[in-house]
């Protein structure tokens, strides 16, 4: 299995820029998440997909984030009007299922930096 | 609610010295625990997991020990190496969310 991917790994963009990133996780696993990682913080979770749809979303995430998984495949998730704020790594997770040890696998991460 | 508290660090040892990363969690049900490893400029990689109580991960030398008695998921090695260092992350699964500590930098010296 090749593991999850996301596209870009790093991004610099203008405050006021809108951003995409994009995640292809382990084929076959029909979850997928994002988190938000901060410099020495663990993972924050902003939203996750059972196939194609969308079933939680973190209060974290404000009216500027919207994220799309169309055909329960990749997903893409997108910031529009950038904030310095929002500086940080994005992670893409995907897993098979629910059940007991149910295990979710990351991507490398994308980095944003808004200037 | 779900939370887990890890020891802060970071933490510095020497190449074969013993290791221990403290983790406890608060949790409604029986969650499933789990330690991820970050390298620089990477995302988290599963280092080990245990689904039920008394339960033991173990992979690459490091194991730890589901303690539903004490609430806590101790991540140890006995002898670190400088490859090791890294941040770790303590992490449980209940429901459908997973819900991670801040992490402990590990960094060992030659």
């Known amino acids: 299995d090749t593991g999850v991917s996301q596209d870009p790994r790093h991004k610099i963009t203008k405050r006021g820029q809108n951003v995409t990133f994009r995640c292809d996780p382990i084929s076959e696993h029909n979850r997928l998440y994002w988190y938000r990682q901060t410099l020495g913080q663990g993972p924050e979770f902003l939203t996750y997909?059972?196939?194609?749809?969308?079933?939680?979303k973190s209060r974290l995430l404000s009216d500027r984030f919207s994220a799309e998984r169309p055909k329960g495949s990749f997903s893409t998730l997108e910031i529009q009007r950038t904030e310095q704020g929002d500086s940080a790594m994005y992670l893409c997770?995907?897993?098979?299922?629910?059940?007991?040890?149910?295990?979710?696998?990351f991507g490398e991460g994308s980095w944003l930096t808004v200037v | 609610g779900n939370s887990v508290t890890q020891m802060e660090g970071p933490v510095t040892l020497s190449e074969e010295a013993f290791l221990t990363i403290n983790c406890t969690y608060t949790a409604t049900g029986y969650p499933s625990l789990f330690w991820y490893v970050q390298y620089p400029g990477e995302g988290l990689q599963l280092l080990l997991k245990?689904?039920?109580?008394?339960d033991k991960g173990s992979n690459k030398g490091f194991e730890a020990t589901y303690r539903k008695e004490t609430t806590s998921f101790h991540l140890e090695k006995g002898s670190v190496q400088v490859s090791d260092s890294a941040v770790y992350f303590c992490?449980?699964?209940?429901?459908?969310?997973?819900?991670f500590g801040t992490g402990t930098s590990l960094t060992v010296i030659p």
């Open positions: 245990a689904t039920k109580a008394d």
């Open positions: 997770a995907s897993s098979p299922g629910t059940g007991a040890g149910n295990t979710i696998y």
């Open positions: 997909f059972q196939n194609e749809a969308q079933l939680e």
């Open positions: 992490a449980l699964s209940a429901g459908n969310q997973f819900y």
